[in-house]
């Protein structure tokens, strides 16, 4: 049978291999830590950093294609694979999505509307830009966030100082205007080796301080805001010449202007819900994009919400099932549930997509009530 090789041991990869697997696939990881969410079901474990040539090696030793689960490859190992014949992605997606500078230029150069953004590498410049951009503003490090990690929101003159000491030690920066957006949106999209292209529905996604909480699909949006959206990740899937997937995220204005956040070149925690709600899930359609096989259907089935399982959640979430008739649970393998970790999620489905939202507010699992009180 053929092999694949996958680079990250995470749940995203998890996922891609129980869909690999499904279809026949064997699977290898490297990963530098053993027991990791993907390395307890991978058949093969290469124990490597990922900036090591030697660990990279050893996967292509042992794999027909090589795909990734996540964007921070050293650049030396992504070099390297793709001067073997087996990497169809390529690395140039790689090196666009590890730096928020890099990102923004490539997508502005694409005709895409991003958040003005001034870079920052010193105190001055983060007081030039801020006077430029006007509050509040956003400050980020350009390499190495999720999950709202490494970014702070800055509201007036007065946090500056505060704010260049929290991160002015953490490598360039970048300062963005806050969008004041009515919806935050993405659109995933697959794209095979022999060209062909399909996109996901449009997911609507609420975070909670800083963390995807909800993905809810069908996104309530107009008719001609899913258009917009799509075409405008399509055009970012062209102009980046995509193999295999591309997660765009975006921020929706009331007045219908689209931006785009931020982009990840795999499959995206806000396609979780294509598991349980899509003809094809977003790991079987990036197999299928890598491996050149014909593409699924990416119809929407029924309706669902999408939530994510955090460390704090995860002792009642067994229990509380039983508050979801109609839901599927997805753990990743994780031990420690720390909180803000994403630890799995519930992809809960149902005809009426605000009883399924109702269900989830009001369950003693995500209670909105806790959520508010934890904040203040
Ligand atoms: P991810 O886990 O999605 O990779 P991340 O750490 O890369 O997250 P971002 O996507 O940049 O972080 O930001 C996290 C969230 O913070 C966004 O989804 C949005 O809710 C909010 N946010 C970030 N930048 C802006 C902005 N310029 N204007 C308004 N909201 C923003
Ligand atoms: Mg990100
Ligand atoms: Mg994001």
């Given at each position: ?10 749940q995203l990869g998890r996922m891609m291999a129980l869909s690999a697997k499904a279809m026949g696939y064997r699977i290898a990881v490297l990963e530098p ?212 997937t591309l997660a765009v995220e975006m921020f929706l204005t009331e007045d219908g202007t689209i931006y785009v956040n931020e982009i990840a070149p795999r ?64 753990l990743y393998g994780k031990d420690a549930a720390e909180p803000g970790r994403k630890m799995g999620h519930l992809n809960v489905t149902g005809s009426d ?24």
């Amino acid at each position: 049978g053929r092999t694949i090789g996958i680079l990250g041991g995470g749940q995203l990869g998890r996922m891609m291999a129980l869909s690999a697997k499904a279809m026949g696939y064997r699977i290898a990881v490297l990963e530098p830590k053993t027991g990791s969410p993907l390395g307890q079901i991978a058949d093969m474990e290469v124990v490597a950093a990922y900036d090591d040539i030697d660990g990279a090696r050893q996967l292509d030793d042992v794999s027909d294609v090589i795909t990734y689960e996540f964007e921070n490859i050293g650049a030396n190992v992504a070099a390297w694979l793709e001067s073997t014949d087996s990497f169809p992605q390529g690395s140039r997606l790689l090196e666009i999505s590890q730096d928020r500078l890099k990102e923004k230029q490539a997508i502005t150069e694409a005709g895409i509307n991003v958040a003005p953004y001034a870079p920052v590498t010193s105190l001055d410049e983060l007081k030039t830009a801020a006077h430029t951009l006007d509050y509040p503003c956003i400050l980020k490090t350009t390499r190495g966030g999720y999950d709202g990690k490494g970014q702070l929101v800055i509201h007036g003159a007065d946090e500056l100082d505060r704010a260049w000491e929290e991160l002015g030690s953490s490598g360039p920066l970048v300062l963005e205007k806050m969008i004041a957006f009515s919806k935050e949106l993405s659109v995933i999209f697959s794209r095979s080796t022999a060209g062909e292209m399909r996109a996901f529905p449009v997911a609507e996604n609420v975070h909670r301080d800083g963390i995807l909480h909800q993905s809810i699909v069908p996104a309530r949006i107009s008719v001609e805001t899913e258009r917009k959206a799509v075409a405008a990740a399509r055009r970012l899937v062209k102009a980046f010449g995509l193999v295999g997937t591309l997660a765009v995220e975006m921020f929706l204005t009331e007045d219908g202007t689209i931006y785009v956040n931020e982009i990840a070149p795999r499959p995206h925690n806000s396609g979780h819900f294509t598991m349980n709600a899509c003809e094809t899930s977003q790991f079987e359609q990036h197999i299928r994009a890598v491996c050149g096989l014909p593409l699924g259907k990416t119809d929407l089935l029924k309706p669902c919400v999408m939530v994510n399982i955090l460390g704090e959640h995860l002792p009642r979430i067994l229990d509380g099932l039983d508050e979801f008739p109609e839901a599927h649970l997805h753990l990743y393998g994780k031990d420690a549930a720390e909180p803000g970790r994403k630890m799995g999620h519930l992809n809960v489905t149902g005809s009426d997509p605000e009883a399924v939202l109702e269900q989830i507010r009001t369950s003693s699992i995500w209670r909105e009530k806790e959520a508010m009180g934890a904040k203040q």
